[in-house]
């Protein structure tokens, strides 16, 4: 009975001032459990929250790593820059067309710099047209190109208000062939035609296509044949 008043329980062990304490107790302990469970849900948030921000930075990272940085032309006062040249030219609309072409080349199909030229000379020959000289080349990879090697296609630029022409077709075919490309394209931006060397035919010939095959296509054979 210690601590019992006697006033309000007759000495009977249930004083009001006891049960109140005994009541303030039990609270307090409540609030401790209360407060550690806090802790603990704040500390598993918090490493939640931080394997969330991990993840994030994993996707993050992963979306960095598979994004295509977009190549954009340019053009200052009357000149157009070439990056496969590393040279400015004067600004005339084929130019413009070649220029725009790479940078679909390069955005669109992930094809590099390294391993597109231009102006490359098909032929040895210096009579007539065996003379003449491709606007696009592209090479499988930079070593084909610097080996000398068979190209993959061949572009032919025309400008914006030139109609490409069947006889344009017949160039193509004479470019792709000394070339030894696979495939050939003529474009003025506005209008593209696409073809693939027919090599079984005799002679050559051009079947018309719907694109062009991406840079992580070109070395298996089985694609490029598809």
Known sequence: RSGC??????????????????DLLHDEAEDLDDNNQADQDHKHGNKAHQNNLNGADVGLHNLTSFHRSVMEIKIESNQIYSPIRDKWFV????????????CRLVDSYGYGIKQMGEEVKVTNSQRGQGA??????????????????????VVE????????????????YNYAAWAG????????LKETRIFKVVEDAMPKK?????????????NDDKKIKA
Do not use: H
Request: with cysteine.
């Open 206 to 218: 051009l079947e018309e296509i719907a694109d062009i095959p991406s840079a992580d296509m070109v």
């Open 5 to 22: 008043c006697s006033r309000c329980c007759g000495g009977r062990g249930y004083c009001r001032s006891r049960l109140l304490f005994s």
């Open 132 to 153: 003449a000289r491709a606007d696009i080349v592209i090479w499988r990879n930079e070593e084909d190109k610097r080996k000398g090697k068979n190209a993959l296609i």
């Open 157 to 172: 630029c025309k400008a914006e208000n030139v109609t490409i022409r069947q006889a344009d077709y017949f160039q193509g």
């Open 91 to 102: 600004l005339k609309p084929e130019e413009e067309v070649r220029q725009r072409y790479v």
């Open 181 to 188: 490309a696979k495939f050939f394209v003529t474009t003025n």
